[in-house]
């Protein structure tokens, strides 16, 4: 009797110590992937390219009830081709491409003429034509100094009094400010497009003989984006006025007072209009509900995110209809591939069939009509099948691990993510607000911080017009130094002219 107790006592010890190293495990490949993923974002290369393997790994044995006219009109514009099994990987030769030979100048550009004759004599020859050789020059920004003078007359009105008469000066939006609007317009660009930190503009001045104090350049900023406020409030109105928004967002480190030594996590909410190709920053304390709540609380249409849990309210009002984002879903599975390789290339090569029928609607030109048609009959049934082999494949798979929490990201979205296939108009993800993000990584590695909270709201202005300058091709020194050489002369009625979108029509 007591062999056999101390038998069972083994064997439960045994059986805990397989499910303790059972658990270990678990968090090991956690702690692993996690260890994986920070290598990548600070060593690796972001790109999310994806080009399966052979057919006998990406092949599961599990078919997706797809017929081959479904996948054979899905045009792979990649360097991959699948057949219509969706088990072949066949590499497509990339054909050499013609030289299109040494770049053009622009015609715009000063030239420097300098002409070579030959060393020898050449009176008497007859000229048959030039060889023009061009290179390409720089010499550093100039300041330099606009000096009014106005003469001043005496308009003599008897013998005491007499009247001094000169001209006005001409007017100015900053009438007491020593910087001129191209200068004001340049150390803006710099900062906020060149992501060029004022410290180190101020050490490029120097280098040109001019000090410039820290505490007047930034004045000088600050000024400026005071007096644009009234433009980024109409120009907030025309990013909301549109029934398709996408939204997304980014951390800002901010001096506090009330942090001495450390700096507040602060966040840019980011809504792109893809309707007029407008985009609007809003800068708030944090990443809570208020932000959106505020800003969009009078939106009605389609509102696409990246499944933050902050979003999931909006489903709840009416008029507003939520959207998933196929970037990030897909994106769940690239970063799966070191944990299930096999399940999440299937995935990835399924995702790359949806994405294949989006570059078909650009590439062809497709109309909106014959776009919703080639979703609706190509797209859906590949959504659908993905579905099914998700809610087949999940119970298989760690809930925690990595292909796990892809393939929950997908069926808890799935009603969102599908939500593209019902109109022409809509995206398959929510890149383009991404994008538009990117200029302000980029500053936030240079600069470091916003000053102060008030700082990083008026950055925002600024960003939000510089980025919609972009989109219209507009180069943003132009529209800003005409915007400060002539807002004084408008009024609230008329001010609507001189947003990036209209300004570029009145130029001509």
Not at 180 to 199: F, R, T, V
Not at 258 to 279: A, I
């Amino acid at each position: 009797m007591q062999r056999t107790f101390t038998f069972i006592m083994q064997a439960t010890q045994i059986i805990d110590y397989k499910e303790a190293y059972e658990s270990l495990q678990i968090k090991y490949e956690a702690v692993m992937h996690d260890l994986a993923q920070l290598k990548k974002m600070v060593f690796g290369s972001k790109s999310e390219r994806f080009i399966p393997t052979d057919d006998s790994k990406v092949n599961l044995q599990l078919s997706l009830g797809l017929n081959a006219e479904t996948i054979a009109q899905c045009k792979i514009t990649d360097v991959t081709k699948f057949t219509v099994t969706r088990t072949k990987t066949e590499v497509i030769p990339n054909p050499p491409k013609a030289h299109p030979g040494r770049m053009k100048l622009p015609d715009h550009l000063r030239r420097d003429i300098v002409i070579l004759q030959p060393e020898v004599d050449v009176r008497g020859l007859k000229k048959i034509g030039d060889e023009i050789s061009e290179v390409l020059n720089y010499i550093p920004g100039e300041l330099y100094v606009t000096q009014y003078i106005r003469p001043k007359y005496v308009i003599p009105i008897n013998d005491t009094n007499n009247t001094v008469i000169t001209a006005s000066l001409p007017g100015r939006l900053l009438e007491k400010c020593m910087a001129g609007e191209g200068l004001l317009a340049q150390i803006i660009i710099d900062k906020y497009a060149d992501h060029l930190p004022l410290h180190r503009q101020l050490q490029r001045f120097q280098r040109s003989g001019v000090t410039i104090a820290q505490p007047t350049i930034c004045g000088w900023v600050k000024t400026v984006l005071m007096n644009l406020i009234a433009l980024y409030d109409l120009h907030k109105q025309y990013v909301l006025a549109s029934h398709y928004l996408h939204v997304d967002e980014t951390t800002i480190q901010v001096l506090d007072d009330d942090k001495k030594g450390k700096t507040h996590r602060g966040y840019y909410w980011l809504y792109h209009n893809s309707e007029k190709k407008l985009v609007l920053f809003d800068y708030r304390t944090g990443r809570g509900p208020d932000g959106p709540d505020d800003i969009l609380k009078d939106f009605q249409g389609y509102l696409q995110t990246d499944g933050y849990v902050v979003y999931d309210g909006f489903e709840k009002r009416a008029g507003i209809i939520l959207m998933g984002c196929m970037s990030h879903s897909r994106r769940k599975f690239i970063d799966a591939l070191a944990n299930d390789k096999e399940r999440s290339e299937y995935a990835l090569v399924m995702f790359g069939q949806l994405y294949a029928l989006e570059r078909r609607i650009t590439d062809e030109g497709l109309t909106k009509e014959e776009a919703l048609k080639l979703r609706q009959e190509k797209a859906m049934p590949i959504l659908k099948a993905l579905k099914e082999w998700m809610l087949s494949e999940y119970p298989k798979v760690l809930p925690t691990s990595p292909i796990g929490n892809g393939m929950a990201y997908f069926l808890k979205r799935w009603d969102k993510l599908i939500v593209y296939t019902t109109d022409a108009s809509l995206k398959i993800d929510n890149n383009p607000v991404e994008n538009a993000l990117r200029p302000l990584t980029i500053g936030r590695k240079n600069y470091l911080f916003a000053g102060s909270h008030e700082a990083a709201q008026r950055a925002a202005m600024i960003y939000s017009l510089f980025a919609t300058c972009r989109y219209y091709n507009i180069n943003p020194y132009d529209w800003l130094k005409d915007v400060l050489e002539r807002m004084h002369l408008y009024t609230t009625s008329n001010m609507a002219e001189l947003l990036p979108q209209n300004w570029k029509k009145i130029q001509g």
